[in-house]
């Protein structure tokens, strides 16, 4: 297993490379034969404003899946450890999750739905905010997936959005948690005709909205 550790505004040491190892081998050490590399992200906002300073991220590869788990706080150390047993429970989640699927072998029969157009207003009564400059790019791999398999990638990584290549479409979708009304979106291309690409009468987002019901259900 390949572990990296990376630092922004701060210097690793021996000692944080030990503290850091330490803890997040023992996080997953249950999980190695799952787990390809591990990535951990270590930053301290220069900015006296931010509060709390110290953010720990720890990345991992997991047989083509991501996993992500991310904690600030005012101490690195505790960030450290919050973060160690976030990303051991996202690992424990994601290792159920496939052997659920493995052992589910006959076929989920869907409804098919009237097809919706995307809300015009994502982001309801927040108020959008920028960053000034762009601080940090990252690259993926961008395998095709379905709808129901980017869905399980988004419950596994920490964030509330999950970007993907549809393998229905062939098109870069992005799905996200809707924090109103519940259920998830998904976000596509628009094609020539003003509408986004269906199949069996059905959009992404409706289907997406689908699947999370039955999962909760």
Do not use: C, W
């Not at 101490?75 to 699927?101: C, G, M, P």
């Not at 992404?204 to 259900?217: D, M, N, P, R």
């Amino acid at each position: 297993m390949k572990l990296v550790i990376q630092g922004k505004n701060i210097e690793i040491t021996d000692a944080i490379r030990e503290y850091v190892n330490q803890k997040i081998e023992k996080a997953v050490s249950h999980f190695q034969t799952l787990t390809t590399e591990v990535d951990i992200h270590l930053s301290v906002a220069r900015n006296p404003r931010i509060n709390p300073k110290h953010t720990a991220e720890v990345t991992i590869y997991a047989n083509g899946s991501v996993i992500r788990a991310e904690e600030s706080t005012e101490s690195l150390y505790a960030s450290i450890d919050l973060v160690a047993d976030k990303i051991a429970r996202q690992l424990r989640k994601f290792k159920e999750k496939r052997h659920d699927n493995k052992i589910q072998s006959s076929p989920k029969t869907i409804a098919v739905v009237d097809e919706h157009p995307v809300a015009e207003d994502l982001i309801g009564d927040r108020t959008p905010e920028l960053p000034a400059e762009v601080v940090r790019t990252k690259y993926f791999a961008m395998p095709p997936m379905t709808v129901q398999e980017a869905l399980e990638q988004l419950q596994v990584i920490d964030h509330d959005f999950y970007m993907f290549r549809n393998s229905e479409t062939n098109e870069i979708n992005v799905l996200y948690e809707r924090k109103t009304r519940g259920g998830y979106g998904v976000i596509q291309p628009r094609n020539g005709n003003g509408n986004g690409n269906s199949k069996h009468g059905k959009t992404a987002e409706s289907a997406a909205h689908e699947k999370s019901s039955v999962g909760k259900s």
